[in-house]
């Protein structure tokens, strides 16, 4: 624990440096305060939990650890590598959701397994899953398809997944029915498939179209 508060404690004066010799004074003290208040409840809980940086439409930085705003960018500022951090991703079931992924199916004509995959994938059935680009909850819908679809809570289950299959569904029909091209654009942007009219060079692209589609198969076996 003394070794978690003095990697915060460090990158916290380091930034706090950076953004006073910049002369953002509004910026740097309401990141203070922020920063100090999750400190103090670092050190009452004994537990650190990952930090998130956004930046308000004043341009003011605020820090949590709980990005639940699907109108702000988050971004991580702090990684918990606490041993005593709990790895949540193994409370969760890959059966957990299979009613609401039914649902969604059903409502938007994707395939159950093939939802079920591209959860897998995403978030591995965690509903709280944020990541480093600020995609959110459990088919890691990011913040501008949050508002486009007009989400209230994109960390709840049904919601997430009603969302994120037909969001799903509009880019498969964008791209004619072509289940690889779509994955590759739920993963890197439709905007990245139309300039390549195929799965974009991008290994993390490449990998993740792989990923899926292994889940897929495996889904229908077990389905």
């Not at 050190?43 to 709980?66: L, P």
């Not at 109108?71 to 041993?83: C, H």
């Not at 037909?166 to 942007?189: D, V």
Request: net charge positive.
């Amino acid at each position: 624990m003394g070794s978690d508060l003095k990697e915060i404690s460090d990158k916290f004066f380091l930034y706090t440096a950076c953004v006073l010799c910049k002369g953002l004074w509004k910026s740097a003290l309401t990141g203070i305060f922020s920063v100090l208040l999750v400190l103090g409840s670092c050190i009452s809980s004994y537990a650190v939990g990952d930090i998130y940086k956004f930046i308000d439409e004043n341009g003011v930085v605020h820090f949590t650890n709980v990005p639940t705003d699907p109108s702000y960018q988050y971004r991580l500022f702090i990684k918990d590598f606490s041993a005593k951090k709990p790895l949540r991703i193994s409370a969760y079931s890959p059966d957990t959701y299979d009613d609401m992924i039914t649902e969604a199916s059903r409502r938007h004509g994707i395939s159950f397994p093939l939802l079920k995959a591209v959860i897998k994938v995403e978030s591995d059935f965690n509903p709280r899953a944020v990541s480093r680009a600020g995609a959110l909850g459990l088919m890691q819908i990011m913040p501008e398809n949050a508002r486009a679809f007009r989400m209230r809570d994109p960390f709840d289950p049904r919601e997430n997944i009603l969302t994120g299959t037909q969001y799903f569904r509009e880019l498969l029909e964008r791209f004619n029915g072509k289940l690889q091209l779509a994955l590759a654009a739920y993963n890197a942007g439709p905007t990245v498939v139309d300039r390549y009219n195929s799965i974009p060079p991008i290994k993390e692209t490449e990998d993740y179209v792989e990923r899926v589609m292994k889940y897929f198969h495996h889904f229908k076996k077990t389905d």
